[in-house]
């Protein structure tokens, strides 16, 4: 079946749910930013830790500038009880032409981490990615280490395709592979409802 011949536009844009609210990122968000993201542990699988003043101003500085190449949309997240921001996650590697993105390079505060946020987090973007934007596939990746996460993007339905072996070198100099995950857009109605059973259990901050 051919696919839709338009290229979307990844604009700003503001995703509301019922626990969080994800805002186009600004440099006005760095303080808010560095509050939550104060503990160097939330970086322990980023290439690079983004705590402290000058790394998150330089984290946010290059968000933006891949957005304005086109490259990228970075989200700020709110809570929606408090207004507090409580971490970033952001459509990467974007390749418009051929509709498709990555969602990733995310984190969370610790106060925020085992509750709704994240499942909420992936719904917004994924539902933004295959019903506004209408692409073909929405990749995913993590550390090969990180169990943690590769289960949590199994469990919401993602195929793991790989696994990029000597793929980057991270912090300390350590040599890491990266494990490819995707959704297409024909997987997208059964990972949604997968997500909002999910999301489905009475929670309150």
Known sequence: MAGDLSIPEFLPVTLQGTYVTLEPMQIEHHAGLCEAGSDE?????????CAGDEPMRKWIEEALKDQQAGKALPFVIRTKHDGRIVGSTRFGNIAA????????????????????VNTECKILLLKHAFETLKLNRVELKTDSLNEKSRAAIARIGATQEGIFRNHM?????????TVYFSITREEWPQVSDN?????DKPFKF
């Open 195 to 199: 997500l909002k059973r999910m999301l």
């Open 97 to 116: 032409v051929h509709r498709s993105a990555e969602i990733g390079w995310t984190w969370y505060t610790g106060s925020v981490q085992r509750t709704p």
């Open 169 to 177: 070198v991270v912090q300390g100099g350590r040599i890491r592979h």
């Open 41 to 49: 542990v939330l970086f322990r699988w980023f290439p690079t830790s």
